[in-house]
């Protein structure tokens, strides 16, 4: 499966009735780590319910390019996504090992008992606590679940709102290791998050949205964004 590596948003509205959530906007995503910034209802969550293909746009289009140059949609563009929302996404009834064995059905994954175990492994989830029925998680617990059925798939694109949420510190840095394995491996990443101080270093490319409207963006390398300029940038165009 050839992987996505250019994500290309060209005029992309939507409305929600009378409320605006985006209002054309054009943005180009590649590998790497696209941090999403902007204040409460400034319309990151519906541009990553966009770009996930979940939300649908009132008006412009999300192209999806491969490696190759080849466009992906559909089902087969599906497989390339992982995606972290707001609300975790896992059955609470079910264990952590029995969440992962059901996405990995669906998703067709091969080997699902040790990818599983690695992933969990990866995130934190210990022995004991991965046999629990997840609705018995903690809020950090869930984002660490959640983010493993993100992983499960080995996707080229991953998006994810807010995924400090809940976490400890241990939990942030296993977080922040994943984000560098996944930069390191060639993927793209867009992460919606107010936690400036944990993605700083990662980030190489930093959008800010304000009123659904584009209102800032720059490109660097890995590591010459700092998190105080990262306050003042988020500050200067959400006020």
Known sequence: MTAVD??????????YGRHRALASVDLSLSTGLCALLGPNGAGKSTMLGI???L????????????TDGSEAAGAALRQHIGVLAHEPMVYGQLSAE???RFWAELYQVPDTERRASDLLDRVGLDGKARQRPASTYSRGMLQR???ARALLHEPSVLLLDEPFS???RKGTAALQETLSVARGDG????VVTHDLEAIAEHTDHLVVLRRGKLAH???RAAGEFDYRELQDIYHRYSD
């Open 6 to 15: 250019t994500i290309e948003i060209s005029g992309v509205s939507k409305r």
């Open 51 to 53: 770009i996930s293909t």
């Open 55 to 66: 939300v649908r746009p009132s008006a412009g289009k999300v192209v999806y390019r491969r």
């Open 98 to 100: 029995e969440n992962l």
């Open 145 to 147: 679940l959640a983010l």
């Open 166 to 168: 809940g976490l400890d």
């Open 187 to 190: 993927r793209l990443l867009l």
């Open 217 to 219: 963006e720059d490109r």
